[in-house]
């Protein structure tokens, strides 16, 4: 029988693929641990941890994009509410709700001192 040593010696130049077949082949293998497994996964090129580095002014533009999504959509949720509120529901001409004046005649109906 091998001790661990010559077995880990032996299996130094093998792919972890060829590995794992010789475990399922030999009952009386012992794993000597995940030292070697993570040396073989570093081995691998598509296991790389290479980072690109990205132009600085596209990181900036993908950190803002980031970071204004969510507040965008709400402003978008919010002129899309009003759109539907005051025409689909309201039965109003659509192009008066984009106009200023038909605002501030709804907050002096709300806030009207009656």
Request: hydrophobic share 40%; proline share 4%.
């Amino acid at each position: 029988m091998e001790t661990k040593k010559e077995t880990a010696a032996a299996l130094e130049g093998l792919t972890a693929a060829e590995r794992t077949g010789l475990q399922g082949a030999s009952s009386s293998y012992k794993s000597t641990g995940a030292p070697q497994q993570r040396k073989a996964d570093k081995e691998q090129p598509g296991k790389s941890e290479v980072r690109v580095k990205r132009n600085p002014a596209l990181r900036v533009f993908l950190w803002l994009l980031r970071k204004s999504i969510v507040p965008l959509l709400c402003l978008l949720a919010v002129v899309g509410g009003l759109y539907i509120g005051f025409s689909v529901i309201g039965k109003q001409p659509g192009s008066e709700v984009f106009e200023w004046s038909t605002w501030r005649h709804m907050y002096d109906l709300v806030f009207a001192d009656s």
